[in-house]
């Protein structure tokens, strides 16, 4: 005997999807969204729907946007010669957030990972070679964890940019071995953007 209605179980099921949420945690929120009110959740189902229609890649940056180019990329008080170079969108929010970096960023959705069978052309990376080539004296800023995979990462770039006039730099090794940028505070964000290491020019 099913402990739960079918329509129940999927929802728990749907949430279960979600990174970071077990079984309890999703039982714990499908049961919480049946004290909601029908005008709330016909609301957020709305506002779900849309947002996996309208949101998309920057086709520049990479970055989640409702438009073809990003604000951030769009902002010409930016200094678009300063790329800072993240794994996924929620890196670009942290930096966002501690509201001292005047760049643009380059999304590379993901990292490489030869064990995981994620090569170059598995990410958002020849795009990021298309994007200098017009550029004059870009730097790049290496905003990638502390990882086998964001090593590897690392070195790849600096070895494609060889021989060119990109300069890259990292941030400083003050951070915590394999932390994930969107969880670090601002000030700790704010320090390692402004001690950052050059590692190729």
Do not use: W
């Amino acid at each position: 005997m099913k402990l739960y209605p079918i329509e129940l179980e999927r929802l728990i099921d749907f949430f279960k999807k979600l990174p970071g949420i077990g079984e309890k945690s999703a039982e714990r929120l499908a049961l919480a969204i049946l004290d909601m009110p029908l005008e709330y959740l016909e609301t957020v189902s709305v506002d779900l729907l849309n947002s996996k229609k309208n949101l998309h890649p920057c086709s520049i940056c990479g970055q989640i946007t409702n438009k073809n180019v990003c604000d951030i990329c769009d902002d010409d008080s930016r200094n678009h010669n300063l790329i800072c170079v993240i794994e996924d969108y929620k890196s670009a929010l942290a930096f966002e957030r501690a509201g001292n970096y005047r760049g643009v960023y380059h999304v590379l959705n993901g990292l490489l990972s030869p064990i995981m069978d994620i090569g170059v052309d598995d990410i958002n990376f020849s795009s990021l070679v298309n994007r200098v080539k017009n550029l004059e004296k870009p730097e790049l800023i290496l905003a990638l964890k502390s990882s086998i995979e964001g090593e590897t990462t690392t070195l790849y770039i600096k070895k494609k940019f060889e021989n060119t006039s990109v300069k890259i730099s990292r941030l400083s090794y003050g951070l915590p071995i394999g932390a994930e940028i969107d969880y670090l505070d601002t000030i700790t964000l704010d320090k390692a953007l402004e001690d950052r290491k050059t590692i190729s020019e």
